[in-house]
């Protein structure tokens, strides 16, 4: 089992960025891919981004060109840059290792965007 734990949600402005970080334990961490969820109040848990192990990337629609997800092996942690935020972003963002049906979730962070 790996844990996890989310860092860098907070409240931002629209248009403001933020960074999130995911500091992973367990040796396995650089064979794993890895994602970033999100979770709005009545919404479904929604995927965002996800990084393989070889660190190639993919994104929701509502987030390309906006979000960066990134993995550095050596730290076992994965971030996610958040840029250009908009209110529809706000949610509990949480980190995921394996896939989610099987994988490992951190506990969450959240990020709110308003005014």
């Known amino acids: 089992q790996v844990q996890l734990v989310e860092s860098g949600g907070g409240l931002v402005q629209p248009g403001g960025s933020l960074r999130l970080s995911c500091a992973a334990s367990?040796?396995?961490?650089?064979?794993?891919?890895m994602g970033w969820y999100r979770q709005a109040p009545g919404n479904k848990r929604e995927l965002v981004a996800r990084?393989?192990?070889?660190?190639?990337?993919n994104y929701a629609d509502s987030v390309k060109g906006r979000f960066t997800i990134s993995r550095d092996n050596a730290k076992n942690t994965v971030y996610l840059q958040m840029n250009n935020l908009k209110p529809e972003d706000t949610a509990v963002y949480y980190c995921?290792?394996?896939?989610?049906?099987?994988?490992?979730w951190g506990q969450g962070t959240q990020v709110t965007v308003s005014s």
């Open positions: 367990g040796s396995i961490f650089n064979i794993v891919a």
């Open positions: 990084i393989t192990s070889r660190g190639n990337p």
């Open positions: 995921n290792s394996g896939g989610p049906t099987t994988g490992d």
